[in-house]
């Protein structure tokens, strides 16, 4: 269960919470990123611990903000931009 604060914040944003069995793929924008970094890292080829570390690096700095919006709005999440609200200015304060 998610604590409290985050079901007000969903609520109050006039959002739906539905829980999700605990694993989903096919729900899972983090799926979408780890195919996009495996297929980058692929082509780049790295054959020593050195050349993985700057591969994976290169493979992640090539995810795009507009990636992620099509990945979670491919596995049915809401992508709106939304204003700030209640629950991020508690999270900024540090609460």
Known sequence: ???QIVEEAIQEAGAKL????PYSPEFSPIE??????????KKFQP???????IGITEAMQQVTQQDIRN????CCYCTRMSPPNRYNARVQEGE
């Open 18 to 21: 539905i829980y999700l069995s």
């Open 1 to 3: 269960m998610l604590p």
């Open 32 to 41: 979408n990123f780890w195919s996009k970094s495996k297929e980058i890292l």
């Open 71 to 74: 990945w979670f709005a491919h």
């Open 47 to 53: 054959r020593n611990y050195e050349d993985l570390v």
